[in-house]
């Protein structure tokens, strides 16, 4: 029997095997940082990694006590600071975005709370997850109360009355999502006003916010945002090391289901990582 043949072959297909297993890792690693972030490195509380900062404080817009590199104003519309006052709308016409970056969840929790001064008692929105994907969950407040809004269209998903909703002026709004649990709960002055369940992940969403404000009408005005906890990276180390601790944790067993299901992991990782190890226990024994 001619066993350096057969050696060659097993040795040929532990490369292929061993470029497959890496090249099929990096990608997964690769997709699931641009999905969902660094919460995918441990979604229980905030992964501090070497060099990344945190700000766990508010965002607060009357002083303008705010981190730039986390805050995105959006098309359509200028927020222009008012000492004492806030962020005010400016030229919405049909878009103003105010939205943060980097807002983690604590121990599955993404928790915002905001303080908004709608002396025009305009209609609002706030941004619960905000995505390029059907994933999209926004609280429209109008006169009537509070719509849930789902989809990439705004389609309605649940109406809960409040009659002048819009007719506070000094509005304190606290969101509480917890994709894990599939929750939605939203607090208004303090009162819980709506308990949602049901909530679908966020599978096709390649870059995604969990806090902003969304307002068309000049004289708007956000005072505060303060989610629960913010992240950002400090430079090339600290991505490195979120990425090969994502890598890490798929190939010795997985992250959380929630953002890869375990099937998922078995079928395009763990099938080829063992073909790499009977491979190798085929060529140690000659």
């Given at each position: ?38 919460a995918v490195v441990g ?14 404080s508010m965002q607060d ?43 983690v969840p604590v121990n ?179």
């Amino acid at each position: 029997m001619n066993f350096q043949n057969d050696n060659a072959s097993v040795e040929t297909t532990l490369i292929g095997l061993l470029f497959s297993l890496t090249f099929s890792s990096l990608v997964i690693a690769f997709l699931l940082l641009q999905f969902y972030g660094i919460a995918v490195v441990g979604n229980n509380a905030p992964i501090m990694l070497p060099s990344s900062s945190s700000l766990s404080s508010m965002q607060d817009y009357t002083t303008n006590t705010i981190s730039d590199n986390v805050n995105y104003d959006g098309i359509y519309g200028t927020w222009v600071y008012v000492p004492g006052v806030g962020r005010v709308l400016q030229g919405g016409y049909v878009g103003g975005q105010l939205i943060l970056k980097s807002v983690v969840p604590v121990n599955d929790e993404y928790i915002v709370t905001y303080q908004i001064n709608n002396s025009i008692h305009a209609d609002y929105g706030l941004v619960i997850r905000k995505s390029n994907s059907p994933a999209n969950i926004i609280l429209d407040i109008r006169s009537d109360g509070f719509h849930l809004l789902t989809g990439l269209y705004g389609i309605e998903w649940g109406f809960y009355p409040y009659t002048g909703a819009v007719d506070t002026t000094k509005a304190k709004i606290k969101t509480v999502l917890n994709e894990k649990e599939g929750t939605v709960k939203v607090y208004f002055q303090d009162q819980l006003v709506i308990d949602k369940t049901g909530i679908m992940g966020n599978i096709f969403g390649l870059e995604t916010y969990y806090a902003g404000v969304l307002a068309n009408d000049d004289g708007f005005t956000v005072e505060s945002i303060n989610p629960s906890f913010i992240n950002t990276s400090g430079d090339i180390w600290s991505q490195l090391s979120t990425f090969i601790a994502v890598l890490a944790k798929i190939v010795v067993w997985n992250v959380d289901s929630q953002f890869l299901p375990l099937e998922l992991n078995l079928i395009f990782i763990k099938t080829q990582l063992a073909g790499v190890i009977i491979c190798a226990i085929v060529i140690l024994r000659g």
